[in-house]
């Protein structure tokens, strides 16, 4: 995720650099998550074929390839090449990390393991942009250190004597027909999310760029909001086991469009600005968490490594597109249009996940007050106001 966070980064403000097209720069992020689809769908096969270590290496080292192909030149088709590949290669990754983990997991702490991972995940990339001020992005010496940490993270993973990986022979198919019918609300809200944090993580290095922040301050903007995610992602989805997921998942898009709409009154190069957005980081990171486990709760443990690679491709279909929409909402609105994206479309959330909990009713919580977790109680009372809305409107159609 360093490796991640270092050359996303990099290559957007390169392309920036390079006075591109705001829909050439929006393709960046759409041909990663081109890329996210097709090796969501591969590593499955991959899995059974040669087993999650092996998967892991191959992707790992065709990636290092990549960023070090990207560096090389400034053609804009090369870079979109290299950009598919690499969520080519890091969908494939988080399969494998992502089966191995719900195959551990129970519902009943599976939103604490996946916040965990979660945390690791945007955390970790949220540093690596931050170290972004140290290069030059028209240079190939950060793009070379980025292969180089790439390259590193095979090595626990390949060396290790104690993991134990699950057995590729229990992954049972399960299409998304059959994922439809059997969790409609973990499908859409993934797809969703994926539209929302395509449009916020692909489009923030052009719009803090075209805001006049220096190369390293565009480096502490984007690594704002990937802490935030790891701050709050422990909290937010440790709740979740304890309340109804679906109305965590409100709570925390309307905290996103709440922190967002403040971005209206600040400067960008201000402080505050940098607080604001990781507070808004915060609430976002931590929907791909909880989607994904109200989806896995349903689902059935032969089927978990089938799930995984679908709810990969879910979530990069929807974020495929969303760099798309909040190109056209900057071309449209300038560069506040890239805040307004953000609103629009986790409003998009909220009023899908309100349609879900009217439309299949199930308690706010289960255990009582005196047992649940402190950030379940830190969560109750806006879940609670949430929950009574949705119940009132129901009530009064």
């Not at 922040?213 to 422990?234: D, N, T």
């Amino acid at each position: 995720m360093l490796s991640g966070g270092i050359f996303s980064t990099l290559l957007g403000v390169r392309a920036e650099l390079e006075d591109l097209p705001t829909i050439i720069s929006g393709s960046l992020g759409t041909s990663y998550y081109a890329g996210f689809l097709l090796g969501s769908w591969y590593t499955l096969r991959a899995l059974a074929q040669v087993g999650h270590i092996r998967a892991y290496a191959a992707l790992a080292a065709l990636t290092s390839s990549a960023v070090i192909v990207a560096g090389l030149t400034d053609q804009p088709i090369v870079w979109i090449a290299m950009r598919l590949i690499t969520g080519f290669c890091f969908a494939g990754i988080y399969v494998v990390a992502e089966s191995w983990l719900h195959g551990l997991a129970t519902n009943t702490f599976r939103g604490r393991l996946l916040a965990v991972y979660s945390g690791l995940v945007v955390g970790l990339y949220g540093i690596g942009q931050l170290l972004v001020f140290s290069f030059d992005a028209r240079s190939i010496t950060g793009f070379a250190i980025s292969a180089v940490v790439m390259s590193l993270a095979v090595i626990p993973v390949a060396m290790s004597e104690q993991a134990t990986t699950p057995q590729a022979e229990k992954v049972s198919p399960m299409s998304m027909k059959e994922l439809a019918r059997t969790v409609p609300t973990g499908m859409g809200t993934m797809v969703l999310v994926g539209l929302a944090h395509g449009g916020m993580l692909g489009l923030a290095a052009i719009y803090a760029t075209r805001e006049g922040l220096s190369i390293g301050r565009v480096g502490v903007f984007l690594a704002a909001i990937q802490i935030g995610g790891m701050v709050m992602s422990w909290p937010i989805s440790a709740a979740s086991d304890q309340i109804d997921r679906r109305v965590i998942g409100v709570v925390a898009c309307l905290g996103t469009m709440g922190s967002a709409a403040l971005l209206f009154s600040q400067p960008v190069t201000s402080w505050s600005t940098m607080a604001i957005v990781l507070v808004m980081g915060g609430f976002s990171a931590p929907l791909y968490a909880v989607a994904g486990s109200y989806t896995n709760d349903w689902i059935s443990e032969e089927h978990l490594n089938a799930v995984a690679s679908k709810l990969v491709t879910l979530y990069g279909f929807g974020a495929m597109i969303g760099p798309i929409i909040a190109a056209l909402f900057m071309d449209a609105l300038g560069t506040d249009g890239f805040v307004w994206s953000i609103i629009v479309l986790h409003g998009a959330i909220v009023l899908f996940l309100v349609y879900r909990i009217r439309a299949w009713h199930a308690p706010l919580m289960e255990k009582p007050w005196t047992e649940v977790s402190v950030p379940a109680r830190a969560f109750f009372i806006p879940a609670t106001i949430v929950s009574v809305g949705i119940r009132r409107r129901r009530n009064d159609d």
